[in-house]
């Protein structure tokens, strides 16, 4: 799959050349309406200025900041040891030189994503919700996802892509508020004789980019997240040599009626389900951050020749009744059978909700420092982290347990 990294890449600095020429052309247009005379440079230099300072944040802190405003937070192994056993094992079938940074999102809606810049600094987040609801098959389908999102460089081009739509709606939004304070009066001053039609064609040209430029701009990007989707899932079943882990977590994520509290339109397209999908809307294909859930379900469903990736570009082509490639050329090299791993039984247990929440639960409170006493009687006893006094009584028991610190 170079070809695919080899194409992000390219794609990367497309973006970052697009973007700089999108915000020149964007902030001559409005500078122009508003001065006809020096407006346009000055503009120019407005616009730069915006692309170059997010993109320099991007690069050195766009991965902090995803996570940031995503609530996730950074743990340890002793937090969750199978989460971080399954990193691991994906990272050594990934091929992949650094250890990505493990994060538990503070939320109960079952997602995850991965971001990083740069491989040394990768970072791979689940929810509390998922850890709560996933057996171990499930949750190295989902880890092997968001590896392969890290290992083609599709986290590098989905975060110069947010980097492109943010700059854009930004200085859009500004020129269209700005209109509400004086953009208005300051044309009609000038809207007499041939240079009064000239500046109307100018406010007309910079009113259609500014309403326009970010819904494209959004469209590319929401293009680029889709189809990224299917590769990822060809790829991660690979390296799980098992279709049934990713498609089982995928069904289990997909029944969940939760949105993640913190995801937004512009985080949306990074995490492995769209996080935004009980809104009250109905999203079209051309407006859907992933291509449909139970299409990936059952093309995943339908890989009977093997975990290669022509037999998932066998499958896909059959549930979408297409023609279409999805994998680049030298997936056709990929022909040797890999056999099908078998899940381990004991990995398994019955789907019980109510421990699901209490799982999830418990790993919020742990991501929000509160701290837990097993007391001999089967009771665990949940201390808030602002609780002052030296020992807690047990509710059931009545024994008296003494707070170290």
Known sequence: ?????????????????????TLFFAGYIFGKFYNSDYGGPLGVLVGLSIWFILSVISYFAG?????????????????HPQLFNVVEEMKIAANLSYMPK????DDPAPNAFA????????????????????????LQGVIAHEMVHVVNRDVLLMTLAGVMIGSITIISEVFLRSLYFGGGS???????????????????????FAILAPIMARLLYLGISRKREYLADASAVRLTRYPEGLASALEKISENTLDMKKANSITAPMYIVNPLKQKGMKLSNLTNTHPPISE?????RAMQQGVHYLSYQSAFQFIRNSREKILPATASLDAIPIVMKRPLSSWYKESNKKEEKRTSGDLIMQLNDFSFIHCACGVKIKVTPDYKKNSITCPRCGKVHTLSG
């Open 1 to 21: 799959m170079w070809e695919l990294i080899k194409a992000n890449r390219q794609k990367s600095i497309l973006l970052f050349i697009g973007l700089g020429a």
């Open 186 to 208: 300051r044309y009609k001053s000038k809207s007499s004789g041939k240079g009064g039609q000239i500046q109307l064609i100018i406010m007309i040209v910079a009113l259609v």
């Open 102 to 105: 493990v994060y538990i999102i």
């Open 296 to 300: 990936r379900i059952r093309i995943l």
């Open 115 to 138: 971001t990083g810049i740069k491989p040394e600094n990768t970072a791979v987040a689940v929810s509390a919700g998922l850890l709560g609801k996933l057996n171990r098959d499930e």
């Open 63 to 79: 991965s902090k900041i995803l996570l940031s405003i995503s609530g996730a937070k950074e743990v340890t192994k002793a937090v």
